[in-house]
C-alpha cells in the first residue's frame, strides 16, 4: 500500500489545525489540542521542567511513547 501524501503542491506548504484548539495526534493516539509548555530553562530545576514538559507533549501527540 503507497502511503498517502498530506501536502497538495501549495507553495505555501501544508499546516494541521486551523487554531489552537484543533485537536490532532500521530500513530493512532488519542486526538489533544495544542500542548502548553515550562517557560525556558535558566538553571537545573527550570531546565528540567522543561524537558518534561516537552517529552510529555510529545507523548501526548503520540510522536514519542
Do not use: C, E
Not at 12 to 21: K, N
Not at 35 to 47: E, I, K, N, R, V
Amino acid at each position: 500500500m503507497a502511503a498517502r501524501q498530506l501536502s497538495d503542491g501549495n507553495p505555501d506548504g501544508t499546516t494541521l489545525g486551523q487554531d489552537a484548539s484543533d485537536k490532532i495526534s500521530f500513530y493512532g493516539a488519542t486526538t489533544v489540542a495544542r500542548q502548553a509548555t515550562a517557560a525556558a530553562g535558566t538553571d537545573a530545576a527550570t531546565t528540567q521542567a522543561l524537558a518534561n514538559a516537552l517529552k510529555l507533549a510529545l507523548d501526548n501527540l503520540g510522536i514519542t511513547a
